[in-house]
């Protein structure tokens, strides 16, 4: 769990998580150089599988991540945002839905808290998905919420982690799909996403440099998969239709 400048919410953000959570697990916090209180927030809370990790300065996100991805001692990794809420039985749900489909990457939905003035919670619409379905709607869109994501650790790694471009979940879950891993989306909400003016993706210094590095990234995370000829192929294998900008003479 990333957290910055996170005080109002963190606090419930890392209990719940924790409610969720068997004896055996780990919750890592990691504070990147936050300006308010989250660090002591965070501090107060007690509990043994809980470790605060501090950034001497604010990294960003993708560098956090890394950091997290680094530092975690188990091999299976959940994300996890420092203003939203866990759902109590999420891990329980996305273990077995693992285990199961025999998957890599498992997402799942989440309800809708729309905070900014009133506190309004919604259902959000998403079905169960495979990874056939997944590969399909990432041509147009991000199917997979962030926070949601359980995965094994060492898929990550092998992907070389989070990259430093503005969509990083986006160009990951790409890179995976392309690289052959299972990912799998159930309809189970697991979690409370709130939405409201202070995230980082609701920010237009954020929007527009998704819109002016997106096309670069996302092509770049593939080509460095599987090069110009196994891309095509493997395209074409997921029935994905050639969707990507065609580079420069």
């Known amino acids: 769990m990333p957290a910055y400048n996170s005080r ?26 936050s300006t308010d209180e989250t660090l002591d927030e965070v ?11 501090s950034n001497a300065s604010n990294l960003g996100i993708s560098a956090t991540l890394n950091h997290g991805l680094e530092i975690a001692e188990h091999d299976l990794v959940a994300r996890m945002d420092a203003d939203d809420i ?8 996305q273990r077995k839905t693992l285990a199961n489909k025999d998957a890599d990457f498992v997402f ?22 495979t990874t056939r ?23 990550v790694l092998e992907l070389g982690g989070y990259r430093d471009v503005p969509n990083e979940d986006f160009d ?26 202070g995230q980082v993706t609701q920010s237009a210094n954020w929007t527009k440099g998704m819109l002016r590095n997106a096309s670069s990234a996302d ?6 998969v599987f090069g110009d000829v196994r891309l095509n192929f493997m395209m074409r294998t997921l029935e994905i ?9």
């Open 8 to 33: 109002p919410t963190v606090r419930l953000a890392v209990t719940s998580t924790l409610t969720s959570m068997s004896e055996l697990d780990e919750l890592i916090v990691i504070d990147d150089g």
């Open 43 to 53: 501090s107060r809370i007690n509990d043994s599988r809980l470790r605060l990790v």
């Open 86 to 93: 866990t759902l109590p039985w999420r891990f329980k749900h």
């Open 108 to 129: 799942t939905n989440c309800f809708l808290m729309f905070s900014d003035r009133f506190p309004v919670l919604l259902p959000n619409v998403l079905s169960r998905a």
């Open 133 to 155: 379905q997944l590969a399909k709607l990432m041509t147009q869109t991000n199917p997979f919420i962030h926070p949601t994501a359980l995965f094994r650790r060492q898929a």
């Open 172 to 197: 990951l879950w790409q890179r995976g799909l392309i690289a052959g891993y299972s990912m799998w989306r159930t309809g189970t909400p697991s979690i409370i996403f709130r939405v409201h003016k």
């Open 219 to 224: 092509f770049t995370s593939l080509q460095e």
């Open 241 to 249: 239709p050639a969707f990507m900008p065609k580079r420069s003479p």
